[in-house]
């Protein structure tokens, strides 16, 4: 069966395996594991709860497909009574008051968390070395990268530590590290799951979804997640996917961008093999169609330009009044300068320092203001595409995953690593990561709210490449 949901479904209802047995087993795995994924284990609430669905079992009473299967949350999301640090200094002991409202509907649905996953502190990364937790390890190679920022709950996915994770995407935190770590990956359209309870980075972009190791999976948990919260204004309603509108492929037109490809940046061995995965698509019958698009350099320019304005208006609520470790110092303005200065990392500073230079009086006009008419030129480009093509295929990235190290020594090259993500983020668009056809796997993207082209493509993608 194609499911880990499902299997392990049936091998509780069937009484092969207990919950306390099966939550115990991944418990002793993250505990002793080398990866530096774990934040902090939820061990007495997971052991609670697989008591109860053991008890259920026992009972002979029906449980639903998510009771008992047990998950971990990237540590940006609000749990209520849970160490909640965004991997940072400054809310290193902050407890969340409350749950997310995505999260609450997995544990509505009887998911069992497992752990706060680590990751690039407040999002901030694309390796999962920006933490005060100790850089994630890669999944297939210890030495490298586990890519980031949801590093830790792709890694946690990868070792089968947990049966999915819910990561978040702001500009392809998900994608990335589920392409470094061959599993699947899912930034949802903008909007269709609630942010409410998701620590803010770039609020226009920030979006809620899973890592799983199969499509079924990703569907059952985008399904359970989805739907309008009164509160999260931007988050709307949308009908849920069945199994068989995803199982026969009806996708007749592929694009892809040709600038993605021909770029100097691009590894050979990428190249090479996307084009070989095109061609595999093209022998079915499928239409293949080149698109222009937007040069990578603009599109990470853009996608910076507005995170980092976003960013610092979302973080300068940080300032030890309301939340985390407070500096006291000799005045106000001392103590929240101290404050921060000495519990935002380098990478989260130069964020700051960077989103409030573009916001700023005799910048924003012609930094901040540019970056929008950017992005709306990028989201009419996507309009048109998808006048001509069902979905677009891209690499993930443009190269394998670097070393442990490598990044922090450049943070430009390792923004311009996510060329290819970030462009669909700014257009707000489905996307998925598969881990096929090249070393860092592929993204297929939609129209908004065209979730079920992209699970389709990626099942028919899972028997033809
Ligand atoms: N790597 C990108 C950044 O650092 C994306 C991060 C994310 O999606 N949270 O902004």
């Keep these: 069966m194609d499911s880990q949901i499902k299997h392990i479904h049936q091998q509780l209802v069937s009484k092969e395996i207990t919950c306390t047995a099966l939550v115990q087993e991944r418990l002793d795995l993250l505990k002793e594991n080398t990866y530096n994924t774990v934040n902090s284990l939820l061990e007495i609430t997971a052991l609670e709860l697989a008591a109860k669905v053991d008890a259920k079992i026992q009972k002979g009473e029906k449980i639903g497909l998510l009771e008992g299967i047990p998950f971990g949350i990237k540590d940006v999301y609000m749990v209520q009574g849970t160490y909640t640090t965004a991997s940072s200094n400054l809310l290193k002991n902050y407890k969340s008051p409350y749950t997310a409202t995505a999260i609450q509907k997995l544990l509505d649905a009887g998911a069992i968390p497992l752990v706060k996953e680590n990751c690039d ?31 830790g709950s792709a890694v946690n996915v990868a070792k089968d530590y947990t049966v999915f994770s819910i990561g978040g995407d702001t500009g392809g935190s998900i994608r990335q590290p589920a392409g470094y770590n ?3 990956g ?4 903008y909007g269709k799951i609630s942010r409410f309870g998701l620590m803010a980075y770039a609020s226009s972009t920030d979006c809620v979804g899973p890592l799983a190791k199969t499509v079924e999976d990703i569907r059952i948990i985008l399904n359970v997640m989805s739907g309008k919260d ?15 509108e995803i199982s026969t492929n009806t996708i007749k037109t592929v694009g892809y961008f040709k600038n993605f490809i021909e770029s100097k940046a691009i590894d050979p061995d990428v190249k090479a093999d996307f084009l070989a995965s095109i061609e595999k698509i093209k022998a079915t019958g499928i239409k293949i169609k080149e698109l222009d698009f937007f040069k990578s350099d603009i599109l990470v320019s853009t996608y910076y330009t507005l995170a980092m304005a976003e960013t610092a208006s979302n973080l300068s609520r940080l300032d030890g009044t309301n939340y985390g470790n407070r500096i006291e110092a000799e005045n106000l303005i001392e103590t929240y300068a101290v404050t921060r200065s000495e519990n935002f990392s ?51 990235t443009p190269s394998s995953p670097p070393k442990i190290g490598e990044s922090l020594k450049d943070p430009h090259a390792m923004y311009l690593s996510d060329a290819y993500t970030v462009g669909f983020s700014l257009g707000q668009l489905p ?3 598969v881990p096929q056809g090249t070393v860092t796997g592929l993204q297929i993207s939609a ?19």
């Design 121 to 151: 502190s407040f999002g901030h990364g694309s390796s999962s070395e920006n933490t005060i937790f100790g850089a994630v390890k890669n999944a297939i190679n210890p030495e490298l990268v586990a890519g980031g920022s949801s590093g």
């Design 182 to 184: 061959n599993i699947y």
């Design 186 to 189: 899912l930034k949802p359209t």
């Design 230 to 244: 009164s509160k999260d204004q931007t988050s709307y309603n949308s009908k849920s996917i069945s199994e068989k």
């Design 346 to 396: 380098e990478e989260s500073k130069r964020r700051i320092v960077g989103g409030n230079q573009v916001l700023s009086q005799g910048f924003s006009d012609e930094i901040y203001l540019k970056g929008l008419a950017l992005r709306d030129q990028i989201s009419e480009n996507f309009r048109k595409d998808f006048q001509e093509v069902d979905v677009i295929l891209s690499p993930v």
């Design 431 to 433: 996307t998925l990561t």
């Design 447 to 465: 129209a908004k709210n065209n979730e079920e082209l992209v699970l389709k493509f990626a099942n028919f993608l899972k028997d033809t490449i």
